[in-house]
């Protein structure tokens, strides 16, 4: 997905349910959440949301497990990521919060630069 906008979200959520069906797996209810979360992130805080940026996505079928790999173009220029710490009048910086809630386990890939999610399948 070149020149990552947040239109790109709706179609990386179809493509992650369209997939499992395709391989007839059930999507779990929290997925499109998980999709959603995870891909504007790369786009809002990565270089996946600049030009010449781009997202890629992974999807994986584990026994009892889906694990789904958001790899983005890496980290913008002069930004450090960091873990946000919302106060209760805050609008934003909750979802890492609730991807750690929903999942079984998430967290930066090895290789490049991304994060992964597992969840019940």
């Known amino acids: 997905m070149p020149g990552e906008d947040l239109g790109s ?5 179809s493509w992650v349910t369209g997939t499992l069906l ?7 209810e929290e997925l499109p959440m998980l999709v959603s979360e995870l891909v504007t992130n790369a786009i809002k805080h990565t270089r996946s949301g600049l ?6 996505l992974r ?3 584990y026994g009892d497990r889906i694990r789904l790999v958001v790899k983005d ?3 913008r220029p002069g930004r450090r990521v960091r873990r946000g710490d919302p106060s209760p009048e805050d609008t934003h910086g909750r979802g890492l919060l609730l991807v750690e809630a929903l999942s079984l386990a998430w967290g930066p890939i ?10 019940s399948r």
């Open 9 to 13: 979200v709706s179609k990386a959520r």
């Open 22 to 28: 395709r391989w007839e797996v059930e999507p779990p």
């Open 51 to 56: 030009p010449d940026g781009r997202v890629t």
């Open 59 to 61: 999807l994986d079928i």
């Open 73 to 75: 173009a890496g980290p």
């Open 110 to 119: 090895n290789t490049g630069s991304g994060v992964f999610v597992e969840i």
